[in-house]
């Protein structure tokens, strides 16, 4: 969404504000019709001949409510490992962004150790595990078609003993079978809440920004799913991607961005900044 409202303001400023094209616009970054309607309300609310600089100063004010404040990091004890599940559906960059959180993590000098628990899809257990040798954090791993609340069970105990404080699960991606999707990750909850009553302390969803609403019809399954997701990570935020989609769920859901994807690296990743991402779409 890389300035998207700067591109507005160049059509605007070139003929007269049309509010029907403004709002097919809008819709079609992402913003979602109730954003989309919220802005197109106070344009018209202003009651004089309006400029293309108003719709810029409007839509950034009303997204600005909606965003957190600030950054919000990952919970974190000095006690126990705090335990964060990834989920999302496959081709959404699941397992590389666990990975990329497990670095970003690491290089802020926190212990991690990462638990491949997506077992039903073989390559995704052999992809952590060559992600976990080249960034050098710890991986507990079963065997093809293995117990994931197992390995999590087995991973938070590998967390503990080495004073980790942080425990990352890569769980399977399974939306177009919600009830076995609910299921497993119930079982892993139950599983890991033995060790910790309070865990897991972070459900988090990766979505990528380029699917647009699919990205929020994954976030209301998944958000039903798990109980409750406490935030996203969203992928391919580096010039491709649109990003409305971060606005639109955080309205629907109040489901906020935690973290983005934006390049292939394994640096390309950072806590989300409401206040970079504002500057940058306009």
Known sequence: MAGFFRKLLDV???KKLDFDELEEALIAGDLGVKMTM???AQLRGMGRELQAEDVVEVARAEIAKILPKAPLP?????????VVLVVGVNGTGKTTSTAK???YLNKQKQGVVL???DTFRA???EQLEV???RINVPLVKSQYKGDPAAVCF???EAAKKRDAHYLLCDTAGRLHNRHNLMEELSKIQRTLAKKDATAPHETLLVVDATTGSNALNQAREFHKAVGGLTGLIVTKLDGSGKGGVIVSIQQELGIPTRFIGTGEEVEAFELFSPERFLDKIF
Do not use: S, Y
């Open 154 to 156: 087995d991973a938070w």
């Open 38 to 40: 919220q802005i197109i």
């Open 74 to 82: 990952l919970a974190r004890f000095d006690d126990r490992p705090a």
């Open 131 to 133: 992600w976990a040798q």
């Open 123 to 125: 390559a995704a257990i």
């Open 12 to 14: 605007f400023k070139r």
């Open 115 to 117: 638990a491949a628990a």
């Open 101 to 103: 959180l497990a670095n």
